[in-house]
T-cell receptor, first 116, second 110 residues
Framework: DAGVIQSPRHEVTEMGQEVTLRCKPI?????LFWYRQTMMRGLELLIY????????DSGMPEDRFSAKMPNASFSTLKIQPSEPRDSAVYFC??????????????FGDGTRLSIL | GQSLEQPSEVTAVEGAIVQINCTYQ??????LSWYQQHDGGAPTFLSY????GLEETGRFSSFLSRSDSYGYLLLQELQMKDSASYFC???????????FGQGTTLQVKP
């Protein structure tokens, strides 16, 4: 079975540019999560969706960040305009239940984003 | 606030047993999970404790004591491939959002 698929795997761009990260969750999973990982702040939840609906976006750092889930098989995380401090690894994860159970979250391989 | 505390690094030798502790400060939560992350890789789920006690999965076991606000991951018969970072994670009942500890880097030596 295919796992969570993220693209691109690596992205290097100049500050001010728009960055779009993409995620395809595991088929049948109804919850999708976007995380950011840095050495300083560790693994942080940015936003999560349940049945394609954003449930909690309180982790989104600024208005420059936005996320959408137009259907059950696709989600995007957009940064516009990007800044050097946005450099991090961005993970997408999915699970087949909401956040309140012990169902594991399955992570994609991540997008390594560098903003110059 | 809500936080999970873990040691930053642990070193052990191949074949040994190592315990990675996780203490938490949160008023209520839906259980404790453990994830493994190899360098450059993605976190992968290891175990989940919904209730107090020990959960065993092969060489790995996880323990939770809510009364002590404490849990641990026990790795037995360590192998070189177990060198990785290990994260405890919990879902506070008042937020419903999974939060992660800062992770423990385990180095297994020959």
């Amino acid at each position: 079975d295919a796992g969570v698929i993220q693209s691109p795997r690596h992205e290097v761009t100049e500050m001010g540019q728009e960055v779009t990260l993409r995620c395809k969750p595991i088929s049948g999973h109804n919850s999708l999560f976007w995380y950011r990982q840095t050495m300083m702040r560790g693994l942080e939840l940015l936003i999560y969706f349940n049945n394609n609906v954003p449930i909690d976006d309180s982790g989104m750092p600024e208005d420059r960040f936005s996320a959408k889930m137009p259907n059950a098989s696709f989600s995007t995380l957009k940064i516009q305009p990007s800044e050097p401090r946005d450099s991090a690894v961005y993970f997408c994860a999915s699970s087949d239940s909401g956040t309140r159970s012990g169902q594991p979250q399955h992570f994609g391989d991540g997008t390594r984003l560098s903003i110059l | 606030g809500q936080s999970l505390e873990q040691p930053s690094e642990v070193t052990a030798v191949e074949g040994a047993i190592v315990q990675i502790n996780c203490t938490y400060q949160t008023s209520g939560f839906y259980g404790l999970s453990w994830y493994q992350q190899h360098d450059g890789g993605a976190p992968t789920f290891l175990s989940y404790n919904a209730l107090d006690g020990l959960e065993e999965t092969g060489r790995f076991s996880s323990f939770l004591s809510r009364s002590d606000s404490y849990g641990y991951l026990l790795l037995q018969e360590l192998q070189m491939k177990d060198s990785a970072s290990y994260f405890c994670a919990a879902i506070p009942s008042n937020t419903g959002k999974l939060i992660f500890g800062q992770g423990t880097t385990l180095q297994v030596k020959p």
